[in-house]
């Protein structure tokens, strides 16, 4: 009898240690600033969780309309209070509206490069409570090319890559993805193009980005789709309530839900599979040293 249920137990640990889901990580990134990459995050973060995703959102743009703002939340604790010996990961992850969880990079995200091996094991193994957590942790950076949003895009599992239809917007987009590819061609980038007119324009805009991408880099970007420009955005913003939330219907938010649908979508087509809290942390940091 005892071994039988010694038995049962071992194929049970198995079973669960096999079905643990490894939580995928999300970078939002753009060439220029401005085209609405933290709205968007926020948005669909918002999205996923309306869908029944589990998601945290890791803020990491230190531009002045970043997500708490967009949110009318101010956090107790930010990111690297993790350091500190008694904090854990529940300590520095706020609650934001509708069950999503959000934390706050803060400033001197470099601090990090300046902990020895055993601090950041000890962060690394902190912020892997979350894995398993989540579904997803949605990673929103600032602007452009830093080596610190190129260290977050060369870690994620995907890239959603905001632009607008200006051909600005766009070049710099391409910027990215030129840059990215010459040092990690693996990288999975998935466009959204924000603030369109109209569809077609929507579709106008990727077809550029992707040819060129085709035609230079002899690489495949794949389409999220597009969002509305939309007045109800702004006036969320004003309000410092997410749109999604206080304006569902408007054509902003049927937007995010096509996007939600997409990328979900996309997910269960493929056979990719994510690598989980502690190996994103681990190869940003070596990108970021
Ligand atoms: N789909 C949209 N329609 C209308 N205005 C938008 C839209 N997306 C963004 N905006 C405007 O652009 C501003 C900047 O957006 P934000 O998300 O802060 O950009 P980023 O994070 O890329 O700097 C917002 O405050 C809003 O006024
Ligand atoms: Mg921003």
Partial sequence: M?????????IIKKQTDQTLKQTRIITVTSGKG???????????????????????????????????VLMGVSPKNYLLDLI???????????????GLEFISGGTGFSHLLELN?????????????LNGYADF??????????KQSLSFI?????????????????TDAYAVVKLVQAS???????????????????????????????KFLNLEIASLGYMHDDSHVSRAVKQQTPFFLAYPSAIASLGIKDLVHSYLEGNS??????RGVKGFLKRMISHMR
Avoid: C, H
């Avoid at 005892?2 to 071992?10: F, V």
């Avoid at 401005?34 to 531009?63: E, P, Q, R, Y």
């Avoid at 091996?117 to 193994?125: S, Y």
């Fill in 84 to 98: 500190e010996q008694d904090k854990t990961v529940w300590d520095v992850l706020e609650k934001g509206p509708n």
């Fill in 117 to 129: 091996e055993v601090q950041l094991n000890r962060f690394f193994e902190k912020m892997a409570a």
């Fill in 269 to 274: 087509q493929s056979i990719y599979v994510p």
């Fill in 2 to 10: 005892y071994d039988q249920a010694q038995g049962l137990r071992e």
């Fill in 184 to 214: 990690e061609p693996n990288v999975r980038f998935k466009m959204v193009v924000n603030r369109v007119g109209s569809p077609r324009e929507g579709k106008m805009a990727f077809d550029k980005l992707a040819l060129v991408s085709k």
């Fill in 34 to 68: 401005g085209v609405g990459k933290s709205n968007f995050s926020l948005n669909f973060a918002l999205g996923l969780i309306a869908a029944g995703k589990k998601v945290v959102v890791l803020d990491v743009d230190l531009g002045l309309a970043n997500i708490e």
């Fill in 137 to 146: 942790v949605i990673i929103d950076t600032g602007a452009g090319l830093t």
């Fill in 154 to 170: 060369m870690a994620a599992d995907d890239v959603i890559l905001v632009t607008t239809p200006e051909p600005t917007s766009i």
